[in-house]
C-alpha cells in the first residue's frame, strides 16, 4: 500500500513524502512538492510491483527465495556429480543475501547490485563438514560468475520444473569479464616433491594422487571409485556417471597397477570404496592435499591441476588432441585446445610423414635460381 505524508516546511510552503510497502518488497519512498508528482510516482512504482512483474501473485508471491535454495539444497544438489560443497556455499551466501525476498521481487536490476558485492568480499573457501575459509583475496570475475551459475542453475529449475516463475531474471545479467583458461601443471621435480610428501600424509593420498596424475581423472571420479569398478584383469578403471553424463574407461598404468594390489591387502575390509573413511563413506583427501603442497613448497596449485599435468606429459608424449579428449573424458576438442602448443613437435612429424607419402615419386625442383 501507498502512504503519502504531507508535511509544512519553515518557508511555509509543502512537501509530500510518499512510502509503498508491499509484502514481499524492500520499502521504497520519494519525496515531491506538488501532490500530482507524488501519485503520478505512486502509479508508476505500486502497480508493477503488486502485479509481481506479470507473474501470478498466487504463486511467485508465496514463495521466498530462500524456499526455493531449501529445496534445491534438500532435493537436487545430492543428485550433482561433483561440487557439492562448493555448490553449497555459494547457495548458502544467496540465501543469506537475498532469501527474504519473494521471487516476484528479484530482477536483474537487484541481482547486478549482488554481483558487484561479490567482487569486493574475500573469497571463501569450502571445508567438508566445516564452515567455509576466509581467505586474505577479494574473488575473481570467475568465482564471481561461478556464484552467479549456481543461483542461475535454481531459478532455472523454479522456471522449468516448479513453475514458481515465468523467467530467470539472472539471464539478464551481464557476466565479469574472465582472463584466459588457467593451466597450471607440474613440472618433473615437483611431481617427484609432491609425491613424496604425499607418502607422508598417508597411503590413500599417494594413491589418489598417482591416479590422477597417470589418468587425468577428476578427485570426484577417483574418491568415488569402488573394487568392482576397477578391472584388475584387464588393467581398466572404469569411472561411471562422470561429469558430462558419461561412463569412461581408462587404462591401469604398471606403476599405478602394483600399488593398487599393495594398497588392496592393507586396506580395511567393511567397505567396496577404494577410498573410505571409518564410517565406510568416502575418505575426504583435500586437506591432506593441501599440507602436502605446502610440504612439497608448491605455489598456485589445485588437485584439479593434476589433470592438466595429466594432459600436458601426454600431449608431450605424442598424444594427438582427440586422444587427449578421449582420455579426460571431454566431448569436444574444446577443451583441449588449451595443450594445442604443447603437440607442435608431433604435429610436425605427422606433416612430415604427409608431405612423404604425397611428394614420393614427384621430383621437386630443390634448385634455388
Excluded at 352 to 358: H, L, R, V
Aim: aromatic share 8%; with cysteine.
Amino acid at each position: 500500500m501507498a502512504e503519502i505524508k504531507k508535511r509544512k516546511k519553515k518557508n511555509g510552503k509543502y512537501s509530500y513524502t510518499v512510502t509503498i510497502r508491499i509484502k514481499g518488497y524492500p520499502s521504497l519512498s520519494a519525496t515531491f512538492e506538488k501532490l500530482t508528482d507524488a501519485q503520478i510516482w505512486i502509479s508508476e512504482n505500486e502497480t508493477p510491483r503488486k502485479k509481481g512483474k506479470h507473474i501470478k501473485e498466487s504463486v511467485s508471491q508465496k514463495h521466498t527465495v530462500a524456499e526455493l535454495i531449501d529445496r534445491y539444497i534438500e532435493f537436487e544438489l545430492p543428485n550433482r556429480k561433483s561440487d557439492k560443497d562448493k555448490y553449497k556455499m555459494h547457495l548458502e551466501w544467496w540465501r543469506k543475501q537475498i532469501g527474504a525476498y519473494y521471487l516476484s521481487a528479484l530482477d536483474n536490476i537487484m541481482l547486478t547490485e549482488y554481483r558487484d558485492k561479490l567482487s569486493k568480499e574475500k573469497c571463501l573457501i569450502p571445508r567438508k563438514g566445516m564452515s567455509p575459509k576466509v581467505s586474505d583475496k577479494t574473488r575473481s570475475n570467475a568465482t564471481v560468475n561461478r556464484y552467479m551459475a549456481s543461483l542461475s542453475t535454481v531459478l532455472s529449475i523454479a522456471v522449468k520444473e516448479y513453475g514458481w516463475i515465468e523467467e530467470n531474471p539472472m539471464l539478464k545479467v551481464i557476466k565479469k569479464k574472465e582472463p584466459r583458461g588457467r593451466v597450471r601443471f607440474l613440472e618433473d621435480k615437483e611431481v617427484a616433491k609432491l609425491l613424496a610428501e604425499c607418502q607422508k600424509e598417508s597411503y590413500e593420498l599417494y594413491l589418489c594422487v598417482l591416479i590422477a596424475l597417470s589418468t587425468g581423472a577428476r578427485y570426484s571420479e577417483i574418491t568415488n571409485l569402488t573394487w568392482k569398478n576397477v578391472d584388475m584383469k584387464h588393467k581398466q578403471f572404469h569411472f561411471l556417471n562422470t561429469k558430462n553424463g558419461e561412463d569412461r574407461g581408462v587404462a591401469i598404468t604398471s606403476n599405478v597397477y602394483d600399488e593398487l594390489k599393495a594398497f588392496k591387502k592393507v586396506q580395511k575390509i567393511g567397505s567396496d570404496l577404494v577410498f573410505s573413511n571409518n564410517e565406510n563413506n568416502v575418505l575426504y583427501l583435500r586437506g591432506q592435499f593441501e599440507r602436502a603442497l605446502k610440504c612439497a613448497k608448491i605455489k598456485d596449485f589445485h588437485f584439479h591441476d593434476l589433470r592438466h599435468t595429466a594432459a600436458s606429459y601426454l600431449a608431450k608424449g605424442g598424444a594427438s588432441l582427440l586422444e587427449i579428449a578421449t582420455i579426460l573424458g571431454h566431448k569436444t576438442l574444446v577443451m583441449v585446445q588449451r595443450y594445442s602448443h604443447l603437440t607442435k613437435g608431433h604435429t610436425a612429424t605427422v606433416l612430415e610423414t604427409m608431405n612423404q607419402e604425397m611428394f614420393k615419386n614427384i621430383e621437386l625442383n630443390t634448385n634455388a635460381k
